[in-house]
């Protein structure tokens, strides 16, 4: 049972994901809005285990609106909705506050399977975006020192073997850890990038 919230301009994807998370479990409650105003204008407390948000929407952006969430409730999670998961605006989604990701063409189950991750602070990552998050600070000589200013040792050691290919199931073996543990550090790697992300670079 979860309470989630769908912020999509599609009509159709908005309602097929609508139907979907209902007929998982019988409990959830799916909320949707057609964009940000509409969103904010009806919630005001913001305490949905999980928001899924669109980035190209009409009026306030899904960044601004990834944002604004987080202004309003620091713990809400929020899931970005994306047509492609190599992009620049997901990337600067994730620094926005952003703890996860879904592809539009995911698979109905694993769809789900992501959802439930983040609802329980468990995220995943893509070889792209590790090395767009080494890359922040790969600007002059003291680009180690940057790093680990901001990330500790194993979660280097996470983001190198992530962004060199390597799949999650992978990493996890090589550091000598379950799935689920490399999920719950990637959901702090991604709640430290809010705070350390400059997207200019």
Same mark, same amino acid.
């Given at each position: 049972m979860a309470d989630i919230v769908i912020i999509e301009d599609n009509k159709t994807i908005r309602d097929? !994901?609508?139907i979907l998370l209902e007929s998982v479990e019988s409990g959830n409650n799916v909320k949707t809005y057609p964009d940000c105003e509409k969103f904010f204008s009806e919630e005001k407390g913001i305490k949905s285990d999980v928001i899924l948000i *669109? !980035? *190209?929407l009409p009026g306030m952006s899904g960044i601004e609106g990834i944002k604004k969430i987080k202004e309003k409730n620091r713990s809400a999670s929020t899931v970005v909705l994306t047509t492609f998961d190599e992009n620049e605006n997901l990337f600067k989604a994730l620094c926005a506050g952003a703890q996860g990701y879904v592809v539009k063409k995911t698979p109905p189950k694993q769809l789900v399977n992501i959802l439930r991750s983040i609802i329980h602070k468990r995220?995943?990552?893509?070889?792209?975006i590790a090395h767009r998050i080494i890359k922040q600070y790969s600007a002059g000589k003291k680009k180690e020192k940057r790093l680990s200013k901001h990330y500790s040792a194993h979660e280097l050691e996470i983001l190198s073997k992530l962004a060199g290919g390597n799949s999650m199931g992978a990493v996890a073996l090589a550091i000598n850890s379950s799935l689920e543990e490399l999920q719950k550090i990637i959901f702090e790697i991604y709640s430290k990038l809010k705070y350390n992300c400059d997207c200019k670079n």
């Open positions: 097929g !994901l609508k *669109d !980035l *190209d995220s995943h990552m893509s070889a792209y």
